[in-house]
């Protein structure tokens, strides 16, 4: 069951508040701005993307919900990523909280990565974490706090031997949340970071939800449910929402009881 998000929780702290989502376009970041959207709160996301994100911000103004403000780019150029910040924050206000989603799970072995390689998955999956953290926290410390929700994997838990850049890079996430959590906690910024299981979105099944996988996941989870992207998102409301105001460097494992 994936769940509906009508039927999901209501966060009255959510509505109004402004959001911004990296990687909106797809996947999990597109449920996390349809549930925001949903929760009427004020959304920008980017991606690189712009097809389907423009699909995305009509679907959701069709259902009657606030649309989300697309802005096209790619965020491993910081300067870009920096000026989205700011449009969003021009647009909808200052932002109240961030959902540091946007990453790329690309199969590697070792063998085969080069320097270059190596450098991109750091930026593609790490380096903008960091930098729209940096980016929102005058912003949040103005507003007298934040959240911050960085999103990691647990694939750095349980070692996964078929990715080793992106497993790196995801285990650093938890190492910078947990150093900018006791740094923006002064100014009463949560900063936690969420670590997704195996997510049924559309780029999982179509690339890797083999038979084998499909007994992996039988094997290995506690529940015998398939996760999906709306179950991720459900969590990141909580982390944004007032209902979580004294939960700060920490891990939300949602991964069906994998780990």
Same mark, same amino acid.
Not at 189 to 205: F, S
């Given at each position: 069951?994936?769940?509906?998000?009508? +039927?999901?929780?209501?966060?009255?702290?959510?509505?109004?508040?402004?959001?911004?989502?990296?990687?909106?376009?797809?996947?999990?970041?597109?449920?996390?701005?349809?549930?925001?959207?949903?929760? !009427?709160? %004020?959304?920008?996301?980017?991606?690189?993307?712009?097809?389907?994100?423009?699909?995305?911000?009509?679907?959701?103004?069709? !259902?009657?919900?606030?649309?989300?403000?697309?802005?096209?780019? =790619?965020?491993?150029?910081?300067?870009? $990523?920096?000026?989205?910040?700011?449009?969003?924050? !021009?647009? +909808?206000?200052?932002?109240?909280?961030?959902?540091?989603?946007?990453?790329?799970?690309?199969?590697?072995?070792?063998?085969?990565?080069?320097?270059?390689?190596?450098?991109?998955?750091?930026?593609?999956?790490?380096?903008?974490?960091?930098?729209?953290?940096?980016?929102?926290?005058? /912003?949040? !410390?103005?507003?007298?706090?934040?959240?911050?929700?960085?999103?990691?994997?647990?694939?750095?838990?349980?070692?996964?031997?078929?990715?080793?850049?992106?497993?790196?890079?995801?285990?650093?996430?938890?190492?910078?949340?947990?150093? $900018?959590? %006791?740094?923006?906690?002064? =100014?009463?910024?949560?900063?936690?970071?969420?670590?997704?299981?195996?997510?049924?979105?559309?780029?999982?099944?179509?690339?890797?939800?083999?038979?084998?996988?499909?007994? /992996?996941?039988?094997?290995? /989870?506690?529940?015998?449910?398939?996760?999906?992207?709306?179950?991720?998102?459900?969590?990141?409301?909580?982390?944004?929402? =007032?209902?979580?105001?004294?939960?700060?460097?920490?891990?939300?494992?949602? =991964?069906?009881?994998?780990?």
């Amino acid at each position: 069951m994936q769940g509906d998000i009508d +039927n999901g929780a209501a966060y009255p702290s959510l509505a109004g508040r402004s959001v911004f989502i990296t990687g909106g376009g797809s996947g999990i970041g597109e449920s996390l701005v349809e549930h925001f959207c949903a929760q !009427k709160s %004020r959304v920008a996301f980017i991606d690189l993307a712009e097809e389907p994100s423009r699909r995305l911000v009509s679907r959701i103004a069709a !259902k009657g919900d606030p649309a989300p403000f697309f802005i096209p780019g =790619d965020l491993r150029d910081i300067a870009i $990523l920096r000026t989205a910040i700011a449009e969003a924050a !021009k647009r +909808n206000g200052p932002i109240a909280a961030l959902c540091n989603n946007a990453g790329n799970d690309d199969r590697h072995r070792s063998e085969d990565v080069t320097v270059d390689y190596w450098d991109d998955r750091m930026a593609v999956n790490v380096r903008h974490q960091f930098f729209a953290a940096q980016a929102v926290r005058p /912003q949040m !410390k103005e507003a007298g706090g934040g959240s911050i929700i960085n999103f990691g994997s647990i694939t750095w838990l349980v070692g996964d031997g078929d990715c080793p850049a992106y497993v790196t890079s995801k285990a650093a996430i938890t190492g910078m949340t947990r150093a $900018l959590a %006791r740094e923006f906690g002064r =100014d009463r910024i949560r900063v936690n970071c969420m670590l997704p299981g195996w997510i049924m979105t559309e780029r999982q099944m179509r690339l890797w939800l083999t038979p084998e996988g499909e007994r /992996q996941i039988a094997e290995r /989870q506690c529940l015998p449910d398939r996760l999906f992207p709306p179950d991720i998102a459900r969590m990141a409301l909580f982390l944004a929402a =007032d209902d979580s105001r004294m939960c700060s460097s920490q891990q939300f494992i949602v =991964d069906g009881g994998w780990v």
